[in-house]
């Protein structure tokens, strides 16, 4: 079946450090994938997203690119700040059903 | 904007009693999902509903119950609780696609966080 693999956390960084979370996926077909972040005593919050091989999802300076090669979907950011500390989850979606299926996120400390 | 809200946020439970939670999606969403995540754990599908009618099952135990009503909001049912139930659930709801096509983005509630002593 469909799963979602992240690197595990917590990642701690600095302010203004560069950021990357590791995220692979096995699926069938060609899968929708997603970064959801779940700041603390909120819900899960759709950061961007990709629907297609090469396709480049981006908001708020994140980034990741939908890589059918390596069935990867990796998270950047150039710069973090305090308020990017939160829970991030990668995800996909697959199949006629459009379920997601999670990884189990990855935790970001950012001090200042 | 309205989100989706979920109760109660915080439930304390003892072995073998029953809760229940609810969800209230956003107004035109048409499905709406549940989701259970145990500590450290993935989120993992339990169940969700489109246009009032069960829609997708997943690992959700034969002990918990769901239905969403006329009014679309959604309401879960769990009886014989084990402390393993123990966990943070999720509600979302989605929005109608286009074309039944495209890319399907969930909006989540914050959760409610149940305890099984």
């Known amino acids: 079946g469909d799963s979602v693999t992240q690197m595990e956390g917590p990642v701690t960084l600095s302010e203004e450090a560069f950021l990357t979370i590791n995220c692979t996926y096995t699926?069938?077909?060609?899968?929708?994938l997603f970064w959801y972040v779940q700041y603390p005593g909120e819900g899960l919050q759709l950061l961007l997203k990709?629907?297609?091989?090469?396709d480049k999802g981006s908001n708020k300076g994140f980034e990741a690119t939908y890589r059918k090669e390596t069935t990867s979907f990796h998270l950047e950011k150039g710069s973090v700040q305090v308020s990017d500390s939160a829970v991030y989850f990668c995800?996909?979606?697959?199949?006629?059903?459009?379920?997601?299926?999670f990884g189990r996120g990855t935790s970001l400390i950012v001090h200042p | 904007a309205a989100g989706v809200i979920q109760s109660p946020r915080h439930l304390i439970k003892e072995k073998r009693e029953t809760a229940t939670l609810k969800c209230y999606p956003i107004?035109?969403?048409?499905?709406v999902y549940w989701y259970q995540q145990g500590p450290g754990q993935d989120p993992q599908f339990l169940i969700s509903?489109?246009?009032?009618?069960?829609?997708d099952k997943g690992s959700i135990p034969d002990r918990f119950s769901a239905q969403q009503f006329s009014d679309y909001h959604s309401e879960l049912n769990m009886s014989s609780l084990e402390l393993g139930d123990s966990a943070l659930y999720f509600c979302?709801?989605?929005?109608?696609?286009?074309?039944?096509?495209?890319?399907?983005?969930?909006?989540f509630g914050a959760g409610s966080r149940l305890t099984v002593l």
């Open positions: 699926a069938t077909g060609y899968p929708s």
């Open positions: 995800a996909l979606s697959s199949g006629g059903s459009y379920i997601p299926t």
């Open positions: 979302a709801s989605s929005a109608p696609r286009a074309g039944g096509s495209g890319a399907n983005v969930l909006t």
């Open positions: 509903f489109y246009e009032k009618m069960q829609s």
């Open positions: 107004p035109r969403h048409d499905t």
């Open positions: 990709a629907t297609k091989a090469d």
